[in-house]
T-cell receptor
Framework: GEDVEQSLFLSVREGDSSVINCTYTDSSSTYLYWYKQEPGAGLQLLTYIFSNMDMKQDQRLTVLLNKKDKHLSLRIADTQTGDSAIYFCAERMNTGNQFYFGTGTSLTVIP | GAVVSQHPSRVICKSGTSVKIECRSLDFQATTMFWYRQFPKKSLMLMATSNEGSKATYEQGVEKDKFLINHASLTLSTLTVTSAHPEDSSFYIC???????????FGPGTRLTVT
């Protein structure tokens, strides 16, 4: 599989913005995704970005993609306690449709 | 929206037995399904890619004789863990991609515990 790295933990105060970062190694990905996983549950697709885009905004979520540096970030504005979860970035490969997931970032929102 | 189900959601089995996990796309046809394994507090590890009507493609290091995958129809893929051992205990998640789609829809996962 590909190397997709994320920092393991992030804590923010309720109402602040959260920024979760992801770096990847393969530049042939077509789409990059952010998923949310709550304890004991499956994955929920939050948003995605096509690899030729730099930014995508979707309500409280902003995705930034720096393809040159192979860096993807997810910004959550006005973070709420319900946003506490593990967030995974994933890249979809150009061939075969395989998805490779990052190591996951555990976000804790402090009331 | 697209829904993917998995059955069972939890299973406990004895060491040496085999367990079958089903993954179904409920309201769309999935030409490709994926099987992942997730260890506690770890990321998802892609195990195999399952294409309808053909043999699954396994990732490096995944034993195809141990993790049998069958994708007999456009809405159903099964993963059979053969001769299960305690180290096979894990959270198994499937996903499905519809024809011409760019989105991967995930099932809720199956918690396998081998005693």
């Amino acid at each position: 599989g590909e190397d997709v790295e994320q920092s393991l933990f992030l804590s923010v105060r309720e109402g602040d913005s959260s920024v979760i970062n992801c770096t990847y190694t393969d530049s042939s990905s077509t789409y990059l995704y952010w998923y949310k996983q709550e304890p004991g549950a499956g994955l929920q697709l939050l948003t995605y970005i096509f690899s030729n885009m730099d930014m995508k905004q979707d309500q409280r979520l902003t995705v930034l993609l720096n393809k040159k540096d192979k860096h993807l970030s997810l910004r959550i504005a006005d973070t709420q306690t319900g946003d506490s979860a593990i967030y995974f970035c994933a890249e979809r490969m150009n061939t075969g449709n395989q998805f490779y997931f990052g190591t996951g970032t555990s976000l804790t929102v402090i009331p | 929206g697209a829904v993917v189900s998995q059955h069972p959601s939890r299973v406990i089995c004895k060491s040496g037995t085999s367990v079958k996990i089903e993954c179904r796309s409920l309201d769309f046809q999935a030409t490709t399904m994926f099987w992942y394994r997730q260890f506690p507090k770890k990321s998802l590890m892609l195990m195999a890619t399952s294409n309808e009507g053909s043999k699954a493609t396994y990732e490096q290091g995944v034993e195809k004789d141990k993790f049998l995958i069958n994708h007999a129809s456009l809405t159903l893929s099964t993963l059979t863990v053969t001769s299960a051992h305690p180290e096979d205990s894990s959270f198994y998640i499937c996903s499905a991609v519809g024809t011409g789609s760019y989105e991967q829809y995930f099932g809720p996962g199956t918690r396998l515990t081998v005693t």
